[in-house]
């Protein structure tokens, strides 16, 4: 969750939706995201909502200690319960992200998907992930969390270098995240995610190559490679300032995502999203597919966005306020916007171009429509699927996404 909230209009007390967001709900799913925001240490590149116990010391407030965290997630629950009223769709996708969610019990965890459960119901193979730090978990604990219904955990590895690792700082050890899979699937987990990180300062071509290699002989079902981005702020960015490391630049940002393609897609990985790949359709993060195809999911924690029928909302950043606002029986959103038909459309074509699946070309104005018609020229968007109506990046349009998004919005 990023650490600097919008600017939107006020949530009202007891969180009500406009009358229209639930507007055919029915045809589309609903799924839930839970920020537990505790870390044992802060990452270096690391600009999310996220607090380690010294910065929480004497802050004050609830939620100052980890130890009664899953209630309020809990209660917040039973809030979008009352907010979505007879709503009768089940929940399918719970995420679980941070922060380091495994930080809490695996009793904790369970505890609070026992209550989306209780409250809604979980649509019949209901995808439930968690993301993991690989230090902060053992047999015993990933064994728990499948026995409670999590059939799905996402370990960030980042890199197999130390040095790598160094610079992020990362506290876990190489080969752990490896380890930690094999510990994953004899728990009894089918999907099994791996993060990575790629252009960190000092990292070559070589270290890339050896930390997708370290991922793809673990054996998880999704790999997701992500350039680093850095934020200000972070400690990372303070030292580039300062000379200590070197600025990544974007050329290299592209060899790297060239060398991930093609040794993922030769161990069998397939892109479905520009940063992610799964060796098979039932490996991919449906939880992630429900954001970038504008479906409704409610974020629960300190910081979390949620969006249902084009209203988004996001609740109070910092936990101590969260955790008084739901103690006093308030709604904890911060803050909120009502999207219009164009914010939608836009927002469709910034996400769905990322999928491999593409987007309609019918969501397009007519100067977007001139502008993919050229892409397909210049070799960014692929012909087939533009003669069938979509458009479909290619891998030169990967690289370039951005850039191609900017041109099909206008």
Not at 146 to 175: E, Y
Not at 272 to 283: C, L
Request: proline share 7%; glycine share 10%; charged share 25%.
């Amino acid at each position: 969750m990023p650490s600097v909230l919008p600017d939107g209009e006020p949530v009202p007390a007891d969180g009500a939706l406009p009358p229209h967001a639930l507007d055919g709900a029915a045809g589309r799913p609903l799924g839930f995201y839970l920020h537990v925001p505790y870390c044992a240490s802060r990452c270096g590149y690391c600009d999310f909502n996220t607090y380690t116990a010294s910065e929480l010391r004497g802050s004050g407030g609830a939620l100052a200690s980890r130890d009664n965290y899953a209630d309020a997630l809990i209660e917040e629950i039973r809030l979008a319960r009352k907010v979505l009223g007879d709503d009768p769709r089940p929940v399918e996708t719970v995420f679980v992200g941070g922060g380091t969610p495994t930080l809490l019990p695996a009793a904790d965890l369970v505890r609070a998907l026992g209550a989306i459960r209780e409250e809604f119901g979980l649509a019949h193979g209901a995808e439930v992930t968690t993301e993991a730090n690989p230090e902060s978990v053992d047999p015993a604990y990933l064994a728990a969390l499948r026995a409670g219904g999590f059939n799905r955990v996402s370990f960030g590895m980042q890199s197999a270098r130390q040095h790598v690792l160094r610079v992020l700082d990362r506290t876990h050890t190489p080969g752990r995240p490896e380890a930690c899979v094999a510990e994953a699937r004899a728990a009894g987990f089918d999907h099994v995610n791996l993060d990575l990180i790629y252009g960190t300062p000092g990292e070559t071509d070589d270290d890339w190559r050896a930390s997708l290699d370290a991922a793809i002989g673990a054996g998880p079902d999704h790999v997701s490679a992500y350039a680093l981005i850095v934020e200000e702020g972070t400690q990372l960015a303070r030292r580039i300032r300062r000379g200590e490391v070197p600025m990544t630049d974007d050329d290299v940002h592209a060899d790297r995502y060239l060398i991930a393609d093609e040794r993922l897609a030769a161990a069998g990985f397939s892109w479905y999203e520009v940063s992610n790949w799964a060796t098979s359709p039932e490996g991919r993060c449906t939880h992630n597919e429900l954001y970038w195809t504008g479906a409704d999911w409610w974020g629960a924690g300190p910081g979390a966005h949620s969006h249902v029928g084009g209203v988004r909302w996001w609740n109070a950043k910092h936990p101590g306020a969260y955790a008084q606002a739901l103690t006093e029986g308030r709604s904890p959103g911060a803050g909120r916007e009502i999207l219009t038909a164009e914010d939608r459309r836009v927002e469709r074509i910034l996400l769905e171009l990322r999928l491999s699946a593409g987007c309609p070309l019918d969501l397009l104005a007519p100067d977007g429509a001139r502008a993919a018609a050229r892409a397909v020229s210049d070799g960014l968007l692929e012909p087939a699927p533009y003669r069938e109506g979509r458009a479909v990046l290619t891998l030169r349009g990967r690289l370039l996404a951005d850039a191609v998004v900017r041109d099909l919005v206008d």
